[in-house]
């Protein structure tokens, strides 16, 4: 005869719980246990002691639940409430709703309901949701840090990648440990004649010619850890350039980097013929008058805006003639803005009025620079219409011509004085006159005037004083 022992949850003679043991078995079960009757009405409840965080809870007995549930938890329990009533079987999923009190509190529970031996009586068993919200509230919090980081991440990856792309230098990222490629922008890939994403993770050093395993990583560490910015040479293998690398090193996440720049002929020469083009377009088709002169002022080449603003008909017309020969104030002008430019490598503003072929005249800014150059030294002069702006601002005086009076004492001395006092004579005319010139074109500043002209300022004022032109035009 077979006999097995009869397990505890079988035997449906008696109950093994002793009842003075089962309200304590419930109690620390759950954390909230209400009997409630079918109307919803708080016959019993139990907290338990082990959580003390919900606090005491006797107001409830004898009142509806529902005053007690939040809106949105009523109509789950009044689900399991009508079934209940009607004898059907109830729903066995959970039901979670939220709790408040007269001290405007809430506590989220999940609460299963259980018949008793009672029609009239259900026991509801609560779990106290609080840490699992706090939880997914920490969870909630944390994703939305990550996602944070993440679009900052992308932020800085999409900056990083344009700023190497828009570079016009090759670079190139190494890894200071292992040697190899871990980035590069599509200049450097260009010199070293392949394709970026088959060189990314590749031995740097097997880029290039003559070099040892491992020889030109422990070069570059040494440049880069040198106080004298050396670089490194070495020959490319696909495209046999030679090449200047120069290395940065640096520390991010702990890995040390080295930064390559890399320095040829071959990219210098796309660079300096890229910019001999734009240039070219530029002195072409610019909307200001560009004139190339050499030192002594004859000019060498012009553009098209220069022959529209002067109505010569082409470039052979005028090369090899003075510059001066379109200015209103001729030498002197030319003179002022050579010597000035000389001095300083430039003139930003000079105003006159250029003379076309037919002797039309227009008011013009002109700037200066002076070329330094083995071959091919000389000045550029850049013309702009300032004929616009007159109606805002007067025009400069122009003193081109000698007062008839200063001409007519010249004449007197003829028969009447030595060679050498009519020359002093002319000598004081043209003085003066180039004086009054430079006062007028600065709009009386002494100061600018007197390095136009050359002089000290204690040397003008002196031939201020001696021309009576101390007081004209008012004071500084």
């Keep these: ?233 070495a020959h490319t293998k696909r495209t046999a350039k030679e090449l200047k690398i120069q290395a940065r090193l640096f520390r991010a996440s702990g890995d040390k980097t080295l930064l390559c720049r890399l320095e040829g002929a071959g990219a210098q020469e796309v660079i300096a013929e890229e910019l001999s083009e734009v240039l070219t377009l530029l002195f072409r088709e610019g909307a200001d008058a560009v004139v190339f002169t050499d030192t002594t002022g004859m000019i060498r080449n012009v553009n098209e805006a220069f022959l529209n603003l002067t109505d010569v008909g082409q470039l052979g017309d005028i090369k090899g003639k003075s510059l001066s020969d379109f200015l209103a104030r001729g030498s002197v002008d030319l003179k002022v803005m050579m010597d000035n430019a000389s001095r300083h490598g430039s003139m930003p503003v000079y105003s006159t009025r250029l003379e076309s072929a037919y002797g039309s005249q227009l008011s013009v800014e002109i700037s200066a620079t002076h070329l330094e150059a083995r071959q091919n030294g000389g000045f550029a002069f850049v013309f702009r219409d300032a004929s616009r702006l007159e109606v805002v601002r007067d025009a400069a005086p122009v003193n081109g011509a000698v007062s008839g009076e200063a001409m007519q004492n010249v004449m007197e001395l003829v028969g009447s004085a030595p060679l050498k006092d009519i020359v002093s004579a002319t000598t004081d005319v043209v003085e003066k006159m180039c004086i009054e010139t430079a006062v007028g074109l600065t709009r009386n500043n002494r100061v600018a005037a007197a390095e136009m002209l050359g002089l000290s300022r204690q040397s003008l004022y002196v031939k201020l004083r001696k021309y009576g032109l101390l007081n004209k035009g008012g004071d500084e």
């Design 1 to 233: 005869m077979n006999t097995r022992e009869r397990d505890f949850w079988d035997d449906r003679s008696a109950p093994r719980i002793a009842p003075e043991h089962f309200n304590e078995i419930v109690a620390t079960a759950a954390d909230l246990a209400i009997v409630l009757d079918l109307k919803g009405t708080v016959q019993s409840l139990v907290v338990n002691p082990l959580n003390p965080t919900i606090g005491r809870l006797d107001h409830w007995q004898k009142r509806d639940i529902r005053e007690f549930l939040a809106e949105d938890s009523l109509a789950k329990l009044e689900k399991q409430l009508s079934a209940y009533q009607q004898g059907e079987v109830p729903p066995t999923d959970a039901i979670e709703v939220n709790h408040f009190d007269n001290a405007n509190w809430e506590f989220p529970i999940r609460y299963t309901l259980h018949r008793t031996g009672d029609e009239n009586l259900i026991l509801m068993l609560g779990r106290d949701l609080r840490p699992v919200a706090e939880l997914q509230h920490r969870l909630v919090k944390a994703q939305l840090a990550l996602e944070k980081d993440y679009e900052s991440h992308r932020d800085y990856e999409t900056r990083y990648r344009v700023v190497m792309e828009s570079t016009r230098d090759p670079l190139v990222l190494v890894d200071a440990s292992s040697g190899r490629i871990t980035d590069m922008n599509s200049a450097a890939a260009q010199v070293l004649g392949a394709e970026a994403d088959a060189l990314v993770g590749s031995l740097f050093g097997h880029e290039f010619n003559g070099l040892k395993r491992g020889e030109l990583l422990d070069q570059l560490m040494g440049a880069a850890t040198s106080d004298t910015n050396s670089s490194v040479t």
